[in-house]
């Protein structure tokens, strides 16, 4: 199930997860370059560093990281509900979505799709009250 957030005003912030630098940083870019608010972190610790002390709208994640993997954070994350989370990845099939919805994901990316799909996902998620919902046909 998708969750949707309504935001009330303001900059939807965003909390993005990657241990590759090269990654996080083309995504932070292309979401300000949006008007997104962003952060990064580069690992576990620091993305629950920063969920402790700032709320924030949407978390996106990668799934292969050091030291605690996407699905454990991804866990964390809605355990405590902090955000509503995307998953990034590489590889996506019927399993692995499975998985990573049963464990809280309200979306999954596959990485290198355009920053228009990303978009599109976020603004799905994060819409603020005098946005109309998106129809369903």
Same mark, same amino acid.
């Given at each position: ?64 990281? +050091?030291?605690?993997?996407? !699905?454990? #954070?991804?866990?964390?994350? &809605? $355990?405590?509900?902090?955000? %509503? ?28 799709? +355009?920053?228009?799909?990303? !978009?599109? #996902?976020?603004?799905?998620? &994060? $819409?603020?009250?005098?946005? %109309? ?5």
């Amino acid at each position: 199930m998708v969750e949707v957030r309504e935001r009330q005003f303001g900059a939807i912030r965003i909390l993005v997860v990657d241990d590759d630098l090269y990654g996080r940083q083309t995504m932070m870019e292309g979401l300000q370059s949006r008007g997104y608010e962003v952060r990064g972190a580069e690992d576990r610790l620091q993305a629950l560093h920063h969920l402790q002390r700032k709320q924030f709208d949407l978390v996106i994640t990668d799934i292969q990281m +050091p030291r605690m993997d996407g !699905v454990a #954070l991804l866990r964390e994350i &809605c $355990r405590n509900d902090y955000a %509503p989370v995307i998953v990034q990845t590489t590889l996506v099939d019927g399993y692995l979505q499975e998985v990573l919805h049963r464990a809280g994901a309200s979306g999954v990316l596959v990485k290198g799709e +355009p920053v228009v799909e990303l !978009v599109r #996902l976020v603004n799905a998620l &994060c $819409r603020t009250p005098e946005e %109309p919902s998106p129809q369903r046909g």
